[in-house]
Structures are given as structure tokens and as C-alpha cells.
């Protein structure tokens, strides 16, 4: 057994990971320590070799596993040092499409660490409050903050874009970063006595929050999911939220009539951040009204980077109350339809074009309504922000909505179903049969001639897919 210390530099951690691959070291030889102000502990220090040129590095560690890595080095959980090698290992051992094994155990925890980081990452770029601190020369901003994990390098360049051209430090219990206009520096961390607790800033902010809140956004169920409670102690504008909530049902009842028209999602899509954050986000989506009724947000689900993107009209009744999209009837019609054309659901990404549920209650069901043009408007930035992340190679349109979404006119499915089209969104496009409407179908006959039409439409996707990915 080999004892190693791992760093959560990435250049360091990896260039360990390579010299011990190199040596033929298998993962369940090497006793893994946390991080120790000497990287390797003794035992392994003679046998690793120094320094790998950076372009064996890139040839060695795919991009993919490399973009992984990089957020998963900041968990604080130690379990992540074997994890990340196993990983690496098989890789290199077992299948280089590792990481596109959706259901592999490894990948899962990969993925999962990989979003926790993510997340806080996100949490901590939308609640640092700067306090003002006047010193001798100059004046600072100074913001104390208790990350889950080590995740001020990573949301350090947002700050300094953001605030360029003030001298700020953000202060976390495990390390400080600083930025004085030019250069950003690094330090240990602080207990939380050593920032500055209030000051003038703290009032200016909450006349602030109080002047721009718009109280249709403010959702207390999703801002206590999202932000822990530790966070409001250091939220000056906290303090406002309760009396604008007390204003906020009629105000929000006026602006969801006089906006229906000009309603979007665009203010409410994180400008950058992976899927899994954009999902987090579009919880509190109220870009249009149909959040209002809505259960919730249903957005895309599936493979991160497939190359086969499912695009529905919106969820169902059964989608509204799982929060899943295609997991109703016609999601059960759908997964059958793929198996039969020889595909895998798991490694696809399926969205809808609208992420919320549009119905009229009739009794104590719910009758499904299609989404009118301006929630298809309205819910686009969502679809086009899955697009640009996922950047799938073929895109297959259900039914007309997610045609017209997608075209950015009306078509009739009969007629362009089952032709690649082409869309600035991917390397081509295909229209099909909506499950939904099979389920429509007037008799069985009718219905089983609709269903084998989707099956060979889905079948097309394995001859449209003939190159590699780039
Ligand atoms: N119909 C859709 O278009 N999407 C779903 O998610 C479910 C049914």
C-alpha cells in the first residue's frame, strides 16, 4: 500500500495522478491522506517522478475528466482523492467512454460532487455582501462567507470581473482571496470575527434591495432551498424580504396581467453555469404565468453532453407532479418507441419547449392545454441555454410545438416528419410524431400505424449520426 497526500491544485494533483498511472499503480494500492502542507507523504516521495510536460498532461487526462476534475478537487469531502484516480484509472484501463456511463457507479459520484461544487459555487457569487472598511490609505470591501466547500477559486474571477475596480477580500474559514485592481492574491482563511459586521453599506443596501426587489421573483420556498439559513445572518436586505412579501400577492397579480405579453425567462437564466445550475435556477422561474398554477418547473433531464436531443411541447399532468419530463403515458409510449428503435434513453437529453405545465381544471382532473406562442417565447431562453450547454448533434422535435419552437415557424408534422432539417442549433433536425398524439389516436389500428411511424422516425437517428463526435 502506498501512502499519497493529495493537493487540491489542479496542476499538482495532476501531475500526481499521471506519474502514478505511469507506474502502473492500481487505485486500491494507494492510502489516500488529505492535503498536507508537503503534497506526498513519505513512502511515495522517491518513486514519483517530477514534472510532466503539459501536452503529455492533455494527451493523458481527457478534457472531460480534466473539466470534472476541476470542480471535484474543491469537495470537501476526502472520499473524492480515491474517487477522482479510480476514475482516471479506468479511463485509462477499462473504456475512454467512461465517463458517458450515465448509471456507473463511479460516474454518478464523479457527477454528483461535480454539482455540489457547482452549486456552491453559484451560492456563493449571488450572497457575498461586501462591507465598506475605510484603512489608512485606501478604502476596501471586505465580505466574510462559509462555503461548503473550498470554492473561492473557482467564484474568485466572477467577483473580480463584477467588481474590477474596487479593492475587495472575500474571507472564508479556509482561505481569503484578494483583489486590489490589478492582481488577484490568495491567503489563509479567517474565523469569522475578523470581518467586519455593519457599517453604512449594510443601510444603503437594504434601500437598495427594497427599490429594485421585484416581489413576483421573491419565492420563499425556493430561497430557503437554495440558501441555507447560515446565509441570511449576512444578508443585510433579508431584513426586507418579509414586508415586501407581505405586499407582494396583489402586486404580483397586476404585473402578471400587464406583463403576459412581454414575459420572458431571459432574467431568470444564469448568464453561465452547468446544467444542473441552470436546473437549480429555473425552479424559480416566473417568466411567464404559468408558473402560477404549475407544481413546478420541469426541466430537461439526461446526458450532459448527448449527442440526441428529445424535445417535447411541455410537461404533463404526471411530469407537473414528478418534476421529470416524459414519465406520464406518453413518456412510457416514448421510452417504448426507443427501445424498439434500438436506442437508450439514458444516454439522450430530453426537454420540453415549455417548462411548465399548462392546464384547465375540469372537476379534480387537470385537462392538458397547449402553451400559447408567448410561452413558447417566453420559456425559450431555458431551451436555447440547454442547447448551448448540451450542444446536441441532432435534434429530434415531438410534434409540432417543439417543431415550431425550434424552427421559429408553424409546420405540419405529417408533412416534414422523418427528413433532416437543418437549425443553427445543431448539425441537423428531425420532426416526429408526438407520443401524446398517438395516445390520441382514433382506434388501435389508427393508433398502431402512428406508433410505427415514431419507431422508424427514431430509428433514423442511428443513420443521421454517422460521424464521431468532434
Ligand atoms: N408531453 C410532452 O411534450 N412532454 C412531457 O414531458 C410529457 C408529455
Known amino acids: 500500500m502506498k501512502a499519497v497526500g493529495g493537493s487540491s491544485e489542479f496542476h499538482e494533483w495532476s501531475r500526481l495522478a499521471i ?62 482523492w480515491p474517487l477522482l484516480y479510480r476514475v482516471f484509472w479506468r479511463l485509462h484501463h477499462e473504456t475512454a467512454n467512461l465517463l458517458h456511463i450515465a448509471s456507473d457507479e463511479d460516474v454518478c459520484q464523479l457527477r454528483r ?29 471586505i465580505a466574510w462567507h462559509r462555503p461548503d466547500h473550498n470554492v473561492l477559486r473557482m467564484a ?63 419565492n420563499p420556498k425556493a430561497m430557503s432551498a437554495q440558501m441555507p439559513g447560515r446565509f441570511w445572518t449576512v444578508l443585510p436586505e433579508a431584513a426586507e424580504i418579509g414586508p415586501l412579501l407581505t405586499q407582494a400577492r396583489g402586486r404580483v397579480s397586476t404585473m402578471i396581467r400587464d406583463q403576459r405579453d412581454q414575459s420572458s425567462a431571459a432574467l431568470f437564466v444564469p448568464p453561465e453555469g452547468d446544467l444542473s445550475l441552470l436546473e437549480s435556477a429555473s425552479r424559480s422561474c416566473q417568466g411567464c404565468e404559468l408558473h402560477v398554477a404549475a407544481t413546478q418547473t420541469v426541466f430537461g433531464q439526461g446526458t450532459p453532453n448527448a449527442r440526441v436531443m428529445l424535445v417535447g411541447e411541455q410537461p404533463g399532468d404526471e411530469e407537473d407532479r414528478r418534476g421529470v419530463p416524459f414519465v406520464g403515458p406518453a413518456g412510457t409510449l416514448l421510452d417504448q418507441a426507443l427501445n424498439e428503435a434500438g436506442l437508450d434513453r439514458q444516454a439522450l437529453y430530453v426537454t420540453n419547449a415549455v417548462k411548465h405545465f399548462r392546464f384547465t381544471p ?60 437543418s437549425t443553427e442549433w445543431a448539425r441537423g433536425l428531425l420532426i416526429t410524431i408526438h407520443p401524446a398524439a398517438i395516445l390520441r389516436g382514433t382506434d388501435a389500428a389508427h393508433r398502431e400505424k402512428l406508433y410505427r411511424t415514431l419507431v422508424a422516425d427514431l430509428m433514423l437517428i442511428a443513420h443521421v449520426l454517422p460521424m464521431p463526435r468532434e
Open 156 to 218: 474568485a474571477p466572477f467577483f473580480v470581473k463584477r467588481f474590477a475596480r474596487m479593492r475587495w477580500s472575500i474571507i472564508t474559514p479556509l482561505s481569503s482571496a484578494h483583489w486590489d485592481r490589478e492582481a488577484l492574491t490568495f491567503s489563509a482563511g479567517l474565523p469569522r470575527e475578523q470581518s467586519p459586521t455593519s457599517d453604512e453599506l449594510e443601510e444603503l443596501w437594504r434601500i437598495y434591495y427594497a427599490a429594485i426587489c421585484n416581489p413576483a421573483r421573491i
Open 113 to 141: 460532487f461535480e454539482q455540489q461544487v457547482r452549486h456552491d459555487t453559484y451560492r456563493m457569487t449571488q450572497f457575498v455582501r461586501f462591507r465598506r472598511v475605510q484603512g489608512l490609505e485606501d478604502e476596501r470591501f
Open 19 to 80: 506519474s502514478l498511472l505511469e507506474q502502473q499503480i492500481p487505485p486500491d494500492e494507494i492510502l489516500w491522506a488529505d492535503e498536507s502542507p508537503q503534497p506526498l507523504l513519505p513512502g511515495l516521495t522517491e518513486g514519483i517522478r517530477e514534472v510532466v510536460p503539459s501536452k503529455v498532461q492533455a494527451a493523458i487526462l481527457p478534457a472531460a475528466f480534466a473539466a470534472a476534475a476541476r470542480p471535484v478537487l474543491a469537495h470537501r469531502d476526502s472520499a473524492k
Open 362 to 421: 375540469v372537476g379534480r382532473a387537470r385537462r392538458h392545454q397547449t402553451p400559447r406562442p408567448s410561452h413558447i417565447t417566453a420559456c425559450r431562453p431555458w431551451l436555447e441555454a440547454e442547447l448551448r450547454l448540451v450542444q446536441p448533434d441532432l435534434i429530434v422535435c415531438l410534434g409540432a410545438t417543439a417543431a415550431r419552437t425550434l424552427l421559429g415557424y408553424a409546420v405540419s408534422v405529417t408533412e416534414r416528419r422523418g427528413k433532416l432539417l
